[in-house]
């Protein structure tokens, strides 16, 4: 299994410009969380959908933040205008509600490489 | 908001030393998981426990969970350089799928 794909690993853009970041979860899973971390923030979460659709979307920063999933094997989040402080390194992650085990579900996320953005 | 917190900050021991990273959190959780955040690269999972367990073993890993004082640690035996990263608790709090992450302790292994 090639694990969760994002792109691009990395993203230099200035402010104003629109950026649109991607996942590819892992083949299976139903579930797909977007997550920033930063060193003043640490680890957030910003979404996540479940079976394609959005969930929880309360640690979208704001309007300027968008994301989608359209299928079960693909999602983006998307950030216009980009600001400087969006600069940060951005993760996908997956997993699914299935069962790990006699009676037991799994609630391990598989994350991406992660795209570090940065705005200038 | 991150609910994890996570102690110390930053770890320096030597190679062939135990390393311990203690988590507290807030919320009623159904389970708790270590990762492991090399520099640079993404998280991968180390270990979960859950609720109702409060104890569990994994190779050199050994983590605890004591839920009436809502924390939790995490024992690296006979630690090596290639341990040297940074290490997350993470709670999934019942009723809710996403995880909420500490904020994360840095270990440096010296060989």
């Known amino acids: 299994d090639a694990g969760v794909i994002q792109s691009p690993r990395h993203e230099v853009t200035e402010m104003g410009q629109e950026v649109t970041l991607r996942c590819k979860p892992i083949s299976g899973h139903n579930s797909l969380f977007w997550y920033r971390q930063t060193m003043m923030r640490g680890l957030e979460l910003l979404i996540y959908f479940n079976n394609n659709v959005p969930i929880d979307d309360s640690g979208m920063p704001e309007d300027r933040f968008s994301a989608k999933m359209p299928n079960a094997s693909f999602s983006t989040l998307k950030i216009q205008p980009s600001e400087p402080r969006d600069s940060a390194v951005y993760f996908c992650a997956s997993n699914s509600r299935g069962l790990a085990g006699v009676g037991l579900r799994t609630d391990t996320q598989y994350f991406g490489p992660g795209t570090r953005l940065t705005v200038l | 908001s991150q609910q994890g917190e996570e102690d110390p900050q930053a770890l320096s021991i030597q190679e062939g030393e135990n390393a311990t990273m203690n988590c507290s959190y807030k919320?009623?959780?159904?389970?708790l998981q270590w990762y492991r955040q090399n520099s640079g690269r993404g998280l991968v999972h180390l270990i979960l426990i859950r609720s109702n367990e409060r104890e569990k073993h994994s190779g050199r890993l050994r983590v605890t969970l004591d839920t009436s004082k809502k924390s939790s640690s995490l024992l690296i035996t006979a630690s090596r350089a290639a341990d040297t990263a940074s290490y997350f608790c993470a709670t999934a709090d019942t009723g809710r799928r996403a995880l909420t992450f500490g904020s994360g302790t840095r270990l440096q292994v010296q060989p």
């Open positions: 919320t009623s959780i159904n389970n």
